[in-house]
């Protein structure tokens, strides 16, 4: 879990695509705002894990996104009630999905899986913009104070910080 | 940039399949563990399965020794299984749906013992609690029936040694009310008459009259002239004395009506004196029993209670039944607990319902002890085809029917049978019982509550017939018992029924079940009514008779007295009044010869 985060705030200070950052923590809210246990979430750990992503960033940003998706529950649930039963056009396409085979496994007639899965999928593409331009600003703004704090000086200069380089190095 | 991680696909491969094993490898204890908690909640006591094993490539799940805790009695189990088998449609399971082609349930008991207590943990309790709907706690069914009681019959010896001025005393007699107050009624009616007597024409007035008259009569003019003018003057003197005659007259009749009134009224006490008997037996706890009332605490109660039961249980089973709905309609969304959200349902356009039994075969598990008050089986077996989520889709009713004999012999043929059809927006379920030659025997073997009733069937041959039709929530259902060979054991506080139960013959009774799940009502007839109320009349008053005598004669001998001064206080005023009015009346007679015929007006008569 450690692991992760100290690789994301190395990265962060790294010359790393802040794209892939910010997809990570893009990828890491479907899951976050979304029932765990849905079947979606096997693709996007697929995405997470296959695609050069920065998992410290999706297992961040899943963390962040569990708190918020409690907040959100009821909203998530209006949604989906909606998505589900009140719009006209969409319900044949409902009642096929119902009828089709290991669709409904998918869960996505629960109104709280649908309203979190179509929010997510609909902030997708903001977060996702909205973490590449924080991790600009961050490198272009904040990383040298940052840097300069003292108990980041103190930190780095630790036995721990000196053995998890090391550590890091002979990993690769 | 390389845009594809490798070893991320092979960690992603170790994670699905560690979890796919992990899965198979616990898939048993997860679906027990499932069913356990669920049905436990749907129950209200804990439901235990002693061994699960399911067949992924077969679909079949195997349960032995499943145990249905009863939430009433914790340390009894409502049902046992002792096995249970089905497979499950492969097909419908890719549509989430499960289809049990074939269901064989063995070794079924109920009423059994536990070994360890059925009530549910805190936690699911709690859970529970949550989910009660209010029409669970709600109504139970219409009690009238099985709270009939009896009168305490022995009151009635220990009433016959108290004599009747003291089983009087405290008592307010509405009799003796009614003669308190009559003397006022007498005193108002004097006060009355004697105003009037007083603006009635007098004694004295009359007389003068009278006289007035005899002297004018003497005074006839000699003048012709002036006997126009005389004739006026005694015309108008006759006038005068014929409306006071006729005013006294009217008195006279209104005064007789009224006295008439009064008299009569007084003849009302013999009335009160009935009633007053009545409610001093009714006060006393002298209850006399209707012949509905002894068939209803000799085996009505006990039938009344049996039903109220198949119907408690038959309203808790309609709650897990789907309702009968037409076809393409959705549920209404429910209250959702929260990050659970809520399973929208569709309609089924193609193949199977969510849930569908198409048959299950039981037999139960022989019962060789023959218990008192609890139906043991010798043998029983039976099916139910069709129990589906959607019976609109499956197109059937679900069908079901047991058959069996009780143990020793104790019921020839038994045969339970009937029909959920819930394919219409309203429901029509029914249900047919059928029990020949149950032999009912309890001699010997009363148990202390049975002691303390004042009648039981001690032993009988019963045919019992009883079906119940349910449309909607209305019910309208028969149950019919023919008994043959009754002996009805009477307990000491009916011993005055002895005589009478001991010759009863055979007999019918019947009960009507109507009104609805939630406040079902039951009315009893019995063909043995009719003798038992002419029967229990004599018996009541052969019993009762002395003792009601004794209190009449008490009320009539403490209100003879007052009755005797009512009516001298009656006949005193009436001969008052009377006497005055009739001396008055008396005056206004003329001389003979005086008087006016008819069509002479004008001219009195001796003045031609």
């Known amino acids: 879990m450690i692991q992760p985060i100290i690789s994301l705030i190395r990265m962060m200070h790294s010359e790393t695509d802040p794209r892939q950052i910010s997809l990570g923590f893009a990828l890491g809210m479907v899951p976050g705002l979304t029932p765990l246990t849905s079947p979606h979430n096997l693709l996007a750990l697929l995405v997470i894990l296959f695609f050069r992503v920065n998992i410290g960033a999706a297992i961040l940003s899943w963390g962040v996104f569990k708190v918020l998706a409690y907040a959100l529950d009821p909203l998530f649930h209006q949604i989906g009630l909606f998505l589900l039963t009140r719009v006209g056009f969409l319900q044949t396409l409902w009642t096929a999905l119902y009828n089709a085979p290991l669709l409904p496994y998918t869960g996505f007639n629960n109104t709280v899986v649908m309203g979190s899965l179509i929010f997510s999928l609909l902030a997708f593409y903001p977060v996702f913009w909205g973490g590449k331009f924080m991790v600009l600003k961050y490198r272009e703004t904040l990383m040298e104070r940052f840097n300069r704090l003292k108990i980041v000086q103190v930190f780095r200069a630790s036995k721990i910080y000196k053995w998890y380089s090391s550590y890091s190095k002979l990993r690769g | ?608």
């Open chain 2, 1 to 608: 940039m390389k845009m594809i991680r490798w070893s991320g696909l092979i960690v992603f491969i170790v994670i699905v399949g560690l979890i796919t094993i992990f899965s198979l490898f616990f898939l048993d204890g997860i679906i027990k563990g499932i069913i356990e908690g669920r049905a436990s909640l749907a129950v209200g006591a804990k439901v235990e399965i002693g061994d699960l094993k399911s067949k992924i490539f077969g679909l079949r799940v195997d349960i032995q020794n499943l145990q249905v805790a009863n939430p009433e009695e914790p340390m009894r189990n409502s049902v046992e299984i002792g096995s249970l088998a089905f497979d499950l449609a492969a097909a419908p399971l890719l549509k989430k749906k499960i289809v049990i082609e074939r269901m064989k349930v063995l070794d079924l008991a109920w009423n059994t013992p536990r070994k360890t207590s059925g009530a549910l943990p805190p936690r699911l309790q709690k859970k529970l609690e949550a989910r009660k709907k209010p029409s669970e706690l709600g109504a139970k069914a219409e009690k009238r029936i099985e709270e009939c009681v009896l009168p305490d019959f022995s009151i009635l010896a220990d009433l016959k040694k108290r004599s009747p001025e003291e089983l009087l005393k405290g008592i307010n007699l509405q009799s003796a009310a009614f003669l308190g107050d009559y003397p006022k009624k007498v005193s108002a009616a004097k006060e009355i008459w004697e105003k009037r007597l007083r603006e009635l024409p007098t004694k004295e007035d009359i007389e003068k009259d009278i006289k007035s008259f005899q002297a004018l009569k003497d005074q006839r003019p000699k003048d012709l002239t002036q006997l126009p003018a005389y004739f006026e003057k005694v015309n108008a003197l006759q006038k005068k004395i014929n409306d006071t005659q006729k005013t006294l007259t009217t008195a006279q009749r209104e005064f007789q009506t009224e006295m008439n009134n009064l008299k009569a009224s007084l003849q009302e006490v013999e009335k009160l004196k009935d009633t007053d008997v009545k409610t001093v037996m009714a006060k006393l706890g002298v209850q006399i029993p209707s012949a509905t009332d002894l068939i209803c605490v000799l085996l009505g109660k006990e039938v009344a209670h049996k039903v109220n039961w198949a119907l408690g249980m038959y309203r808790n089973l309609s709650q897990y039944t789907s309702k009968g709905k037409p076809k393409e309609e959705k549920e209404k969304p429910k209250p959702i607990p929260r990050m659970k959200g809520m399973d929208v349902r569709f309609p089924i356009t193609q193949g199977y319902p969510d849930f569908l039994l198409e048959l299950a075969e039981f037999s139960v598990r022989p019962d060789m002890k023959k218990a008192s008050g609890v139906f043991a089986f010798e043998r029983l077996a039976g099916e139910l085809r069709g129990l589906t989520s959607h019976p609109t889709l499956y197109g059937k009713p679900t069908l079901f029917k047991l058959n069996g004999s009780m143990v020793g012999n104790l019921a020839k043929d038994f045969a339970l049978a009937g029909q959920f059809d819930h394919r219409k927006t309203v429901a029509e379920d029914r249900i047919d019982l059928n029990i020949k030659e149950l032999r009912i025997e309890q001699a010997g073997t009363r148990d202390p509550q049975a002691q303390a009733s004042p009648l039981q069937l001690a032993s009988a041959l019963l045919n019992v017939n009883g079906s119940l039709g349910v449309k909607g929530e209305a019910l309208d259902g028969r149950v019919l018992l023919n008994v043959l060979n009754p002996k009805v054991a009477v307990g000491s506080s009916a011993a005055i029924l002895g005589d009478l139960l001991k010759n009863l013959g055979p007999f019918d009774l019947s009960l009507s079940i109507g009104g609805n799940l939630d406040q079902p009502s039951i009315a009893l007839s019995s063909s043995a009514t009719k003798t038992l109320t002419s029967g229990l009349e004599n018996l009541v008053q052969k019993e009762m008779k002395g003792l009601q005598d004794g209190i009449k004669n008490v009320i009539s001998s403490r209100m003879d007295k007052d009755l005797a001064a009512n009516r001298n206080e009656v006949s005193g005023l009436e001969k008052l009044i009377q006497g005055e009015l009739s001396s008055r009346l008396g005056l206004t007679s003329l001389p003979t010869g005086t008087k006016p015929k008819e069509g002479m007006k004008g001219l009195l008569p001796g003045f031609k």
